[in-house]
Nanobody, 121 residues
Framework: VQLQASGGGLVQAGGSLRLSCAASGRTNTRDNMGWFRQAPGKEREFVAAINWRGGITQYGVSVKGRFTVSKDNAKNTVYLQMNSLKPEDTAVYYC???????????????WGQGTLVTVSS
């Protein structure tokens, strides 16, 4: 499975961005897609996850109510709509694919290259 994340950039606090993650290859072997982020000097943090088939979603505590994860099965693409962005949302955002819908990065075995989101105050 190959993953290509895009959509990052610079935005002011309170603004919005939408990230995309296009999956290719043997995508039918991994039913779940996750978004994680990592800020400088910090551990990788769970953001959101979605199941390809049933659309079940999970969100990290710090983004719940502000971020929305969605999917387009026809395009093999997962999206992360980020609203009401805060400076503390600044990080490299990664998409990942795995067999289990989990908040733990260890359950995901394919990772995209990451896209940088910078939120200015």
């Amino acid at each position: 499975v190959q993953l290509q994340a895009s959509g990052g950039g610079l935005v002011q606090a309170g603004g919005s961005l939408r990230l995309s993650c296009a999956a290719s290859g043997r995508t039918n072997t991994r039913d779940n897609m996750g978004w994680f982020r990592q800020a400088p000097g910090k551990e990788r943090e769970f953001v959101a996850a979605i199941n390809w088939r049933g659309g079940i979603t999970q969100y990290g505590v710090s983004v719940k109510g502000r971020f929305t994860v969605s999917k387009d099965n026809a395009k093999n693409t997962v999206y992360l709509q980020m609203n009401s962005l805060k400076p503390e949302d600044t990080a490299v955002y990664y998409c990942a694919a795995g067999r289990v819908l989990s908040t733990l990065p260890t359950w995901y075995d394919y990772w995209g290259q990451g896209t940088l989101v910078t939120v200015s105050s």
